[in-house]
Structures are given as C-alpha cells and as structure tokens.
C-alpha cells in the first residue's frame, strides 16, 4: 500500500516519463514482479496497491472485478452537501485523445458506473462526503 499524493503519475506516459511503478521499480530491482493492481488519476491522492506477486495481483483484480472489495473515496466540499444528491448513475466511456490523453465522459454507449455520496460530517462551510 501507498499513500499516491496528488500530481503523481501512477505509471509514465501521456508525457510523463516516471510514475511512481517505474520509480518502484528503480529503487526496488530486486523486486521482479512489481506491479500496479490498479490505478489513480495523477489528479487524485490516496491508497494505491502495489503487487510484489503475480498471484497476488491476480486475485486482488479478480476481487476489485467481482465486487469483493470495494473503492471509497473521500471528499471535502465547500458549502452544505445537498441531502438529495446521494447517488450518481451515469454510463461512462473513456475517449483518448491525441498524445496519449485520455477523457472520461457521460456517453450512452457508455459503460454503467455508480457513485453513492454519504455526509460523513457538515458545518456552515465545508461537508466531508
């Protein structure tokens, strides 16, 4: 497990030459089976699980595929978070673009995806979802 703060790549390419797999890597040679079980936007910071054996990473995406485990994240937004938005429904697909970018979009060729927001806590200011 790896705290992946916010601007760091997961793994290079679209510009990027070294993300933090390859920086794993480098530092780690001796581990020969390193590996991403899965990934995070370079825009987004939290938990990223690192394999360190094939076997492991494949039963860990066949959990995360399968919904054996699930993904949470958390948020901090300005102002109340409004009770009625609760859950988001919409299919997503993913277009690249030229260099290697690609965009996530709401598409009705797209494939199902489903966020539910839970108000952890709330002031006058700031909810945490």
């Not at 793994?11 to 794993?24: K, P, R, Y």
């Not at 699980?49 to 994240?73: D, W």
Request: net charge positive; hydrophobic share 35%; with cysteine.
């Amino acid at each position: 497990m790896l705290n992946k703060p916010y601007g760091l790549a997961c793994h290079g390419g679209s510009g990027v030459q070294l993300g933090v797999i390859e920086t794993l890597r480098l530092l780690r040679p001796e581990e020969k089976d390193l590996e991403l079980v899965h990934r995070l936007d370079r825009d987004t910071s939290g938990c990223l699980m690192i394999a360190k054996k094939r076997r492991f990473l494949k039963e860990i995406q066949v959990m995360l595929a399968n919904g054996g485990t699930k993904k949470q994240y958390s948020l901090v937004a300005g102002g109340r978070w409004p009770r009625e938005k609760d859950y988001a429904n919409a299919p997503l697909d993913k277009d690249s673009r030229q260099g290697g970018q690609r965009l996530v979009r709401v598409s009705r060729d797209g494939k199902p995806s489903e966020t539910r927001f839970e108000v952890v806590k709330a002031s006058a200011t700031h909810s945490w979802v």
